[in-house]
């Protein structure tokens, strides 16, 4: 995880259930309330939203295989370790 300041690691441990709409509303507004002061951490959201976009549009209408959606998830974090 990228170490840009305080609530990076937490918030980035909920960015998904946050695109999807899923986290309860104090978790929602944690997460919102970091991103808006936090460039590095709004940038991997915004790729991470964008890739769910380019997922969503190739595989309309076919469920995402829980293995495939495993192997992604596996692929971000690699990315985002590294980047550290």
Known sequence: MINCGPGCEQTLREVERWLDGECDAAVH???ETHLTSCNP???RVE???RLK???QTKCAG???PDELQDKLK???RSIE???D
């Open 41 to 43: 951490c709004m940038q």
């Open 74 to 76: 596996g692929l971000i």
């Open 29 to 31: 507004v944690e997460v």
């Open 53 to 55: 976009v380019v997922i």
């Open 47 to 49: 790729f991470r939203r």
């Open 81 to 83: 370790a590294a980047g």
């Open 62 to 64: 076919d469920a995402i």
